[in-house]
């Protein structure tokens, strides 16, 4: 059982940056490829970024692709969003999610645990 607790969210300004982190236990961290995905209000939960387990592939959402960096520290067993230029439609919850034994997937139903999010909000 793998247990992950993201942290970093807060309310920031339009152009900011932020940086997400996803603090894992319980499990081999090394093992798994790690996701990001967000909700916003209303909206449905939706993939950001992955990477696999030696942070040698990645992977984005368009509507972040060159803003946000994914990368993770498996000696701190944790995994990072790095988010620059923010915009107001960034606003939403963040959460990391872990997909064990396989690579990274753009759907959130193929990983296997959740952390229980963090906010993101962003004023215009």
């Known amino acids: 059982q793998v247990q992950l607790v993201e942290s970093g969210g807060r309310l920031v300004q339009a152009g900011d940056s932020l940086r997400l982190s996803c603090a894992a236990s319980?499990?081999?961290?090394?093992?798994?490829?790690m996701g990001w995905f967000r909700q916003a209000p209303g909206k449905e939960r939706e993939f950001v970024a992955a990477?696999?387990?030696?942070?040698?592939?990645?992977y984005y959402a368009d509507s972040v692709k060159g803003r946000f960096t994914i990368s993770r520290d498996n000696a701190k067993n944790t995994v990072y969003l790095q988010m620059n230029s923010l915009k107001p439609e960034d606003t939403a919850v963040y959460y990391c999610?872990?997909?064990?034994?396989?690579?990274?997937?753009?759907?959130?139903?193929?990983?296997?645990?959740w952390g229980q999010g963090t906010q993101v909000t962003v004023s215009s």
């Open positions: 999610a872990a997909r064990g034994l396989s690579g990274w997937s753009v759907s959130a139903a193929r990983y296997d645990y």
């Open positions: 990477i696999n387990w030696n942070g040698g592939s990645t």
């Open positions: 319980g499990g081999t961290f090394s093992s798994y490829a």
